[in-house]
């Protein structure tokens, strides 16, 4: 007992330290046609001056500090045109980086330059396909340095484009093996996956080197443990495409028709953004789908009532694309707020300080049966459950009972056992 705590004042010593953290916000758009006028979308109904004030008013609302835009014309005066649609009303902090691919629909970030700089580009290339582009942003003013490397990718389309998007995405693992590693990676973009067992979204989700999976935020499990299909109701919170139907009365013949039942357009992160190790941590329940609010499954967007975003919000995005902008949350730095460990085999991360709950984070390599035991600084247990975990599971302990102070939480597998500290307030 009295080596227990001795480890225990050790661990609290050694995490007192507050270190400087900023929240980021994060997102992807489909900009549909941006100054770009095929036969079916000409520019008297995709008008440019219309699609500016509708950019404008969704970026009001959202404020990015990175944004990845994909179907914008690959032109520098369009990149340009459209960063001064990005500094207006007031703000005057982003900056454009190149294009992902020379086709004439490409894609875009631009990056909050107060916050962010640009350090390296790496072109993606695959053959008579739209090219990804994998983006190395360095948040200012932090030692050591944090990095996030964003994959900005538009797919294939539809669903006989299966192959074509299991190509790109193959091009884009032949250059993330080149690294070894993908800390502090993001996917994002139109991905075009239409269910989730498409070979390529399983080798995104579950890759044969663990070290360069991804992983979806807000992944939807039944209860055998296996992943809820894409454009399932289930989903319905999370569908990007298409914000305008059939029967929409004012329908745009550049829209698709097909009501929001899909959903096309994702941010995936590496297993470091999930359990903090890389010093960006995904803030739970921070991904939102902007202007979804479940009640517009398999119609448009404005379709009766719609308060999930102001109405102007709303028409804007009704009207601007077929396409919802998705956006998540990150802290940036080193994350006083949370412990976590990470291994080959077991992550693990908690809020701290916890109140009534505690969040508790776990992510297998493979299902095991884990233990969690709670202690306090004495070493008396005061908790003790155990579960099976599939994969991944967010579990609330209910702590409303303890007192306020410093506890320990330990999670055990049948191979390892880790142990975090955590402060009830």
């Known amino acids: 007992m009295k080596y227990f705590s ?9 995490s007192v330290a507050i270190n400087a953290q900023d929240t980021i ?8 046609n941006y100054s770009y006028y095929p036969s079916y979308c000409n520019e008297s109904i995709n008008d440019i001056d219309e699609k500016n004030n509708y950019i404008n008013t969704i970026i009001d609302y959202t404020l990015p500090d990175i944004v990845g835009f994909v179907e914008v014309y690959n032109s520098e005066a369009v990149k340009y045109s459209l960063l001064g649609v ?3 009303n ?10 992902n691919t020379p086709n004439p629909l490409s894609g875009i970030v631009y990056y909050n330059k ?5 350090v390296a580009s790496i072109d993606v290339n695959v053959d008579g396909l739209r090219n990804l582009k994998i983006y190395s942003l360095k948040l200012k003013e932090t030692t050591p340095e944090i990095h996030v490397h964003i994959v900005l990718g538009h797919l294939a389309t539809s669903q006989s484009g299966e192959q074509d998007r299991a190509l790109q995405i193959a091009a884009l693992y032949d250059k993330l093996e080149q690294y070894g590693n993908n800390d502090n990676y993001i996917i994002m973009g139109d991905l075009n996956v239409y269910h989730e067992d498409e070979a390529m979204f399983d080798d995104i989700l579950r890759h044969s080197n663990q070290e360069l999976r991804f992983y979806d935020p807000v992944e939807m499990m039944d209860n055998e443990g296996e ?3 894409l454009g399932s109701y289930e989903n319905r919170f999370y569908h990007t495409q298409s914000t305008s139907a059939y029967d929409n009365p004012n329908h745009n013949e550049c829209f698709a028709t097909g009501g929001l039942d899909d959903r096309f357009d994702m941010i995936l992160v590496d ?8 010093k960006i941590l995904y803030i739970e329940n921070s991904y939102t789908t902007t202007g979804q609010d479940g009640y517009h499954n398999n119609t448009y967007l404005t379709n009766g009532a719609n308060n999930s975003a102001p109405p102007t919000v709303i028409e804007a995005l009704q009207k601007n694309s077929d396409h ?9 730095g080193e994350p006083a707020g949370i412990s976590s460990f990470s291994s080959n085999n077991l992550k693990v991360s908690c809020n701290s300080p916890a109140t009534d709950n505690l969040d508790l984070s776990i992510k297998l390599s493979s299902p095991d049966e884990v233990e969690i035991c709670i202690f306090n600084v004495l070493g008396n247990q005061l908790l003790k459950t155990s579960r099976l975990i599939t994969r991944r599971e967010n579990l609330q302990i209910p702590i409303s009972t303890f007192p306020n102070g410093i506890y320990i939480v330990s999670v055990k597998t049948s191979s390892e056992i880790r142990t975090l500290r955590f402060v009830k307030e």
């Open 324 to 332: 919802l902008p998705v956006y998540a949350d990150f802290i940036f």
């Open 114 to 118: 107060n916050k962010f700089e640009e």
């Open 90 to 99: 007031g703000r005057d902090f982003y900056k454009p980086t190149s294009f």
């Open 6 to 14: 001795l480890f225990i004042l050790i661990m609290f010593l050694s």
């Open 25 to 32: 916000r994060i997102m992807t758009y489909n900009l549909l």
């Open 271 to 278: 297993d470091d953004i999930i359990s903090g190790e890389g």
């Open 86 to 88: 990005m500094n207006s």
């Open 227 to 229: 992943m809820v299909d």
